[in-house]
Structures are given as C-alpha cells and as structure tokens.
C-alpha cells in the first residue's frame, strides 16, 4: 500500500515547481516589457535630437 505522506510530498512538491515555473515566466515578461521599455526610450531621445 502507498504512504499517503509520501503521496501528498509528490504532489506538494510538484506543485512548488509548477509555481516556480509560472514566477519563473512572469520575470521573463517583465524583463521583455522593461527591454522594450528602454529601447522605445532610446528611440524617442535620438528622434528629438
């Protein structure tokens, strides 16, 4: 018969790394927004010069 801690430590455990995955994403996002951000600066400055 299978321990129902080890059980429930599978899925506690897989579920942590589900989370990390999605924060993981979210600070790709933010990355690529603040890249995007610092480029379209950058192109305005040069334009008004």
Not at 23 to 42: D, I, Y
Request: hydrophobic content about 25%.
């Amino acid at each position: 018969m299978e321990d129902p801690f080890f059980a429930l430590l599978c899925l506690l455990s897989a579920r942590s790394s589900s989370n990390s995955l999605e924060k993981e994403k979210e600070k790709e996002k933010e990355k690529e927004k603040e890249k995007t951000k610092e480029e379209t600066e950058f192109i305005t400055i040069h334009r008004n010069k």
